[in-house]
């Protein structure tokens, strides 16, 4: 098949050989923008929940949640490794010892990495660190899975994300010295955020050196200060045609070598006011290969402004 973008099931088969599938793990954990440290609301788009609406309690343990998502995912999808992502909201916001503690319980044989989502303004050397040495004794790879949504500083205090761009550099810079990838998350149709918005973001994450990137569009979480705004008619929310369009551009300013978790996400019906149009993620999906054909562009077409363009000249 000729892909448009690095599609992420096609990277782990080349790395891994095989299949590989994510298990869902919650624990014990929370957010500064929840415990009163930068907030109590959380990010207006955020649920009660953070983003694990297919987890486990964060009571059942990590062994248990590991076996119990084994058991669904092995006979369906004759699936023998796994990654176990630590998915709600942030998991570096622990002491350091507790975090160190999670990490160890969910490494085994058939683990063949962690991946860890937290926020560019929950990492420093020590939990780096913690990660470096459970990579080092355990021989799993990690992913950091980082929160940014926007290059557009003003959108993110709009959205109370409680930081600026300017964390995520800082993030990125210290995550250079240490043998993980890193996957950058991104809300591609934020009511604030143009064109402009979209492209200026692919090339932030691009230069920053992102391995990976998680694209979706936005969801009104029931019970949040998005759904408030949307009930009353404060905000609107771009088309899916418009959402399709700014994918293409996101991948033609993205990095040729940058890895596409996916282009777009799900979420829970009951647990939503809006989510993807109504349609299903697949039928998105397949709108932005077909653009992606009908232009005949790919991802990379116009990553052309890294390593000093303006003097390109000189070199030949």
Known sequence: MNERYRVYSTY?????????????????DTCPNRDGTLG????????????????????VTIKEQIEQNMAHIKPKYKANKFIAY???????????????????????????????????????????????DIKKAYGVDILVELGLQTANYKTLAKINRGHTTAEYVDAMMMLRDYP????THVILDLPWDTME??????????????????????????????AEWYAKGEISLFTCEEYVRRVVAFLEYSRPDIVFQRLIGRAPKEATDFA??????????????????????????????LHGKAVRKFMT
Request: proline letters at 5%; charged letters at 25%.
């Open 12 to 28: 782990l088969k080349e790395t891994y050989g095989e299949k590989v599938y994510k298990l869902p793990i919650s624990i014990p």
């Open 40 to 59: 109590i609301r959380g990010c207006a788009f955020c649920g009660s929940i953070g983003a694990g609406y297919e987890n486990l309690p964060a009571s």
């Open 86 to 132: 630590f998915q709600n909201f942030t998991n570096t916001y622990l002491p350091p010892d507790r975090f160190r503690d999670f990490l160890t319980a969910a490494c085994r044989p058939d683990i063949v990495a962690l991946a860890i989502a937290t926020r560019p303004d929950c990492l420093n050397e020590t939990y780096l660190d913690i990660m470096a």
């Open 180 to 183: 993980f990838r890193v996957c």
């Open 197 to 226: 918005d979209t492209i200026e973001t692919a090339k932030l994450v691009s230069a920053a050196g992102t391995d990976e990137v998680k694209l979706h569009a936005l969801y009104i979480i029931k019970n949040t200060a998005m």
């Open 276 to 305: 993807n149009w109504g349609m299903g993620w697949w039928r998105i999906r397949d709108m932005i290969d077909e653009e992606l054909e009908r232009r005949d562009t790919r991802q990379g077409a116009l990553c052309d402004y």
